[in-house]
């Protein structure tokens, strides 16, 4: 059975995996149990809207630990085999270990809209901490409320920008 992962990843390791380089034991984000119960969503399986939430609530938190990480909110979607997912790091939040992301589970990626100034504004204020201080900074969570992520076909990475 496949999972939807959410992988936040910085511009080197997007176009590294464009052109085959396999990323091997990288962060990643489910909408499992865990996740929806630090958001307050009921179990997925029974309301499709509840599974959206959930998926989206996983977006989010993968794209401030992104944020956190490497200074940009750069995430890939991937349906992943449960083999390639371990116990990883941000557990509490639906966080796992990607042991390894083939190109072809990639179904798409998400970035920021360049030049907004609540991204900046995010970057500054959670440079360097952990995805739980970073969530709870005002400027994150006005990031989180006011500027929405942009979808991209994964297509798209072999033209992905460095800014």
């Known amino acids: ?24 034991d990288v962060q990643g984000f489910t909408a499992n149990a865990r996740l929806r119960e630090a958001f307050g969503i009921d179990d997925a399986r029974h309301h ?3 599974g959206e939430d959930a998926e989206f609530a996983c977006l989010v938190i993968a794209s401030v630990w992104g944020l956190a990480r490497h200074g940009r909110r750069l995430v890939l979607a991937a349906e992943l085999p449960e083999a390639l997912l371990a116990e990883g790091e941000e557990a509490e939040n639906g966080g796992v ?23 900046e504004q995010a970057r500054q204020a959670c440079r360097g901490l952990g995805l739980d201080q970073a969530w709870e900074t005002e400027q994150v969570q006005a990031l989180v409320q006011g500027s929405g992520l942009l979808w991209h076909s994964v297509e798209e990475l072999a033209t992905l920008d460095r800014a």
């Open 97 to 119: 270990r990607v042991t390894r992301l083939p190109r072809r589970a990639v179904t798409s990626f998400f970035t920021d809209q360049g030049g907004d100034d609540l991204v």
């Open 48 to 50: 499709k809207t509840q």
């Open 1 to 24: 059975m496949n999972v939807l992962v959410m992988v936040p990843v910085d511009v080197d390791q997007a176009r590294g995996l464009w052109q085959s380089v396999e990323p091997e």
